[in-house]
């Protein structure tokens, strides 16, 4: 399989950040449209950048970052369907509605340029792989810590959650081959190697046509992700999800139903029990009793014993358990 380093070419935008917005969202369509991914390189300013960075690195210093989770479920967002595992994926995440304390810069700069970006190419003059974008997710905030760490190659929405475009911002400074932690993206023909630049922006569709790995990383990496969604698949992505978590909770239901009646005709089984025994015990002397206990002892089918006594059916397993706590 031929791999492409992507740098500069007919995928990239160089100086984004000094280029008419309409332009860029028609260059953004065409490439998406076109060969599934994008990159605007210098996506804002120097300086935006860095107060970003800035931002991102004291997040970090917080401690706040958790490890980065595989999810199941629908809409991505099942907590229950999380889980961790290092060697799938390495980094540390935390994420970012805008509100927090400290990321007005990625608020009111990151985030705030990518929804403009992502708006003008979903407007009516543009078809942006015929969705309707509406909604996002929050922000996610990544650190891959070096030590080789990486994410193997995955799909961001293999099971159609409504997430239907996904943004990434990479804030690396000084980035060299060597460091590694390359974006590698999967096409049929040809993998394209995207590194993970300072100032770089890359989008690219999230379902089944873009398969793609982070490569192990040699040193600290920086990216902020969102997600946006396509509103007729995340309504039904939110249906489906509705109609398991209510067939989950009308199992449940069913099954405490049925274990609430199970407790009923015990107890109603054991009072019937403790009635019969007590018929039994008025019926018969305790010289009787200790006869049959002699009279059935040892022989494998006690029942058919007393039957031939012609004890009555009605009450055989009732004076059985009697004899049987006599002995």
Known sequence: ?????????????????????????????????KNGFCILND??????????????????????????????????SENAEKYSEKKIRGDRITWVEGKEHNVNNIREIYMSKVDDLVLQCNGTSRKLGGYDIQGRTKAMVACYPGQQ?????????????GRCLTVLFYLNKGWTEENGGKLRIFKTNRNYDVEPLFNRLVL???????PHEVLPSNSIRYAITMWYFDKEQREHAKQLQKHKMMGEFGFEVMIKDLESKKNERDQAQKKLDEESERLVKSMMTDEDLDAMSELIKGHDDPRAILGMYGISPSILDALLRVLSKRT
């Open 43 to 76: 996506f804002l300013s120097v300086t935006a950048s860095e107060s970003i960075l800035h931002e991102v690195i004291t997040l970090d210093n917080t401690g706040i970052f958790k490890d980065g989770q595989l999810s199941g479920g629908l809409t991505s």
């Open 149 to 161: 760490t990486g994410y193997i190659k995955h799909v961001d929405n293999p099971d159609g959650d």
């Open 204 to 210: 690219f569709w999230s379902d089944m046509r873009t």
């Open 1 to 33: 399989m031929i791999c492409t380093k992507v740098k500069e070419g007919p995928n990239s935008l160089s100086n984004a950040f000094q280029i008419d917005s309409a332009k860029i969202a028609d260059f953004v369509c065409y490439e998406l449209n």
